[in-house]
């Protein structure tokens, strides 16, 4: 059973950083593209970033300059580091993984302050 395991986030101050993980198990994950959604009080959940198996990466215009996708193959692991944050980034952060189905991960919260 293919399982992703979020950790990291939280409430932090508009400026300040966070750093969201993503772990995978039960399957070899490294040659599949992964990413983060997130989903904010009342808006559509939107891609924010993704990442193939070759590093070649994605970002929504909105976070561009301020969040870093990158990936750990050996620990299938995916990272998303998140700086200058903004009261609009508060959301509930999925990671997801691409095997021709889509497989999310439980959602991660993070809450901007003002």
């Known amino acids: 059973q293919v399982q992703l395991v979020e950790s990291g986030g939280g409430l932090v101050q508009a400026g300040g950083s966070l750093r969201l993980s993503c772990a995978a198990s039960?399957?070899?994950?490294?040659?599949?593209?992964m990413g983060w959604y997130r989903q904010g009080p009342g808006k559509q959940r939107e891609l924010v970033a993704a990442?193939?198996?070759?590093?070649?990466?994605y970002y929504t215009d909105s976070v561009k300059g301020r969040f870093t996708i990158s990936r750990d193959n050996a620990k299938n692991t995916v990272y998303l580091q998140m700086n200058s944050l903004k009261t609009e980034d508060t959301a509930t952060y999925y990671c997801?993984?691409?095997?021709?189905?889509?497989?999310w991960g439980q959602g991660a919260e993070v809450t901007v302050s003002s």
């Open positions: 039960g399957s070899i994950h490294s040659i599949f593209p």
């Open positions: 990442i193939t198996s070759g590093g070649n990466t």
């Open positions: 997801y993984v691409n095997r021709g189905a889509i497989i």
